[in-house]
């Protein structure tokens, strides 16, 4: 069975081109690191770079971030909201207090009280807040580390944490980027 010269040379130019977006998205990729401080650069070596740029070539990581960020900034202002509405309700009861028909001293020992109890609930409501936002993350690195996204796995070591911050930065540049060869 012949193959067909003009596939041939169509099939040729499209790996010529994968090549060079390839080439583009590694040189991209290694200038970003030579801006890390050195204690980033040398945990980010040559083939991880390599590998992130293979992935990036088709584009599905950028859409999977992009809708990553979009569901995170959902959470946050969700998040932001409840906060605000427990805030909100703490004002309430205040006010409730202090327009209540009680004497000085007895408002005075209410308000002290509802006071000391809100700063109690306050703390535990806000370290909910925190858990949520690190279930998030650790459901952020489970789907790029499931997608193939090199660097990105589950942990709460604070360092990968902070290199998959700064190859999450790297993706988020190039996608901003207008691609050669495109």
């Known amino acids: 069975m012949d193959s067909n010269p003009a596939e041939n040379s169509n099939s040729d130019q499209s790996d010529t081109i994968k090549q060079k977006q390839l080439y583009f998205l590694n040189e991209q990729l290694q200038s970003m690191v030579r801006e890390l401080p050195p204690q980033y650069q040398q945990r980010l070596p040559y083939e991880l770079l390599t590998c992130l740029a293979e992935s990036l070539l ?6 999977i971030i992009s809708n990553l960020m979009d569901i995170q900034h959902v959470t946050e202002k969700q998040l932001f909201q409840q906060r605000l509405s427990y805030l909100r309700s703490y004002s309430d009861k205040v006010q409730a207090v202090t327009n209540g028909d009680l ?3 007895e408002k005075a020992v209410q308000l002290n009280t509802l006071s000391a109890r809100h700063k109690e609930e306050l703390k535990l409501f806000d370290m909910s807040i925190i858990m949520k936002l690190d279930e998030k993350v650790a459901d952020q690195q489970r789907i790029l580390g499931l997608a193939g996204v090199p660097g990105f796995e589950v942990t709460s070591d604070p360092i990968k944490i902070q290199l998959q911050i700064r ?12 691609l050669p060869f495109n």
Do not use: A, P
């Not at 088709?58 to 859409?63: A, R, W």
């Not at 190859?167 to 207008?178: E, G, H, K």
């Open 58 to 63: 088709d584009g599905t990581v950028f859409s």
């Open 103 to 105: 004497g000085e001293e």
């Open 167 to 178: 190859l999450l930065d790297f993706i988020l540049r190039i996608s901003q980027m207008n």
